[in-house]
């Protein structure tokens, strides 16, 4: 079963982190990928730009309406995703939670239809 694992960010947890403790935080997610593409569950992802880059489109009475920004007014927005092909959905969470922003914001887990 393929899943979609959704990275958020909060801007002010990360800003609170040391120079040191932001430098970690990639190496640690590459690490899992390898990991993961070695053991053949691993299908693709990205990082993605900042929330500022992002549009919205709402059709509304058949008017397509565009807004700058992301989708909701939140504080956590989402930063990028993997997708993995696993066993179970526990395989799945147990995934996400070794991704390092579950530790600072957390990781959705959703199936691919």
Not at 20 to 38: D, F, M, Q
Not at 74 to 86: L, N, Q
Request: proline share 5%; with cysteine; aromatic share 6%.
């Amino acid at each position: 079963m393929k899943y979609m694992l959704l990275i958020y960010s909060n801007p002010a947890v990360w800003e609170a982190l040391s120079d040191e403790e932001r430098a970690a935080l990639g190496p640690e997610h590459a690490a899992l990928i390898e990991e993961l593409v070695e053991s053949g569950e691993w299908v693709g992802g990205s990082v993605l730009a900042a929330p500022s880059q992002s549009r919205t489109v709402r059709v509304r009475d058949g008017a397509a309406l565009t807004t700058d920004g992301p989708f909701a007014e939140v504080k956590e927005h989402m930063a990028g995703y993997d997708i993995v092909d696993c066993v179970s959905v526990e395989r799945a969470l147990e995934i996400a939670a070794r991704i390092p922003d579950a530790r600072l914001s957390g990781v959705e887990v959703r199936p691919l239809g």
